[in-house]
């Protein structure tokens, strides 16, 4: 069988820059790509040479709706490993974004929170 491995997930979002913004600034990524896309938007490739998010703000826009995740094809969340939990924690409380659902098993310490976007992340740490 192929090897094969995830490149990116793409997400729309209120503000491409600003969301490209705290991602490199809480989890060390870099900007990869950004310029014009689908439908006269904007999107930015934020990541490491491996892999990124794809971040793209439509020209217009839709509410966003609510998250639900018995629904076939929802996105339930996006999980990031992290080496220091505790100071990716204390970034993303600075930006006011709220942690929740701490929790400490096997295989490692993880919590969650919500972007401004209605985006749910897991940050983990393993060791």
């Known amino acids: 069988?192929?090897?094969?491995?995830?490149?990116?997930?793409?997400?729309?979002?209120?503000?491409?820059?600003?969301?490209?913004?705290?991602?490199?600034?809480?989890?060390?990524?870099?900007?990869?790509?950004?310029?014009?896309?689908?439908?006269?938007g904007h999107t930015i490739h934020v990541g490491t040479e491996d892999a990124y998010l794809a971040i793209y703000t439509p020209k217009d826009m839709r509410a966003r709706g609510v998250v639900e995740k018995y629904r076939v094809g929802s996105l339930n969340h996006v999980g990031v490993v992290v080496d220091d939990l505790d100071a990716v924690e204390a970034q993303i409380k600075e930006l006011g974004y709220e942690p929740y659902n701490h929790a400490d098993y096997e295989p490692g310490r993880r919590f969650y929170f919500d972007d401004e976007n209605g985006i749910e992340f897991e940050v983990v740490s393993y060791g």
């Open 1 to 40: 069988m192929a090897q094969s491995q995830l490149e990116h997930v793409n997400f729309t979002v209120a503000d491409a820059d600003s969301t490209a913004r705290w991602l490199c600034d809480v989890f060390g990524w870099t900007i990869r790509w950004q310029g014009p896309a689908l439908n006269g």
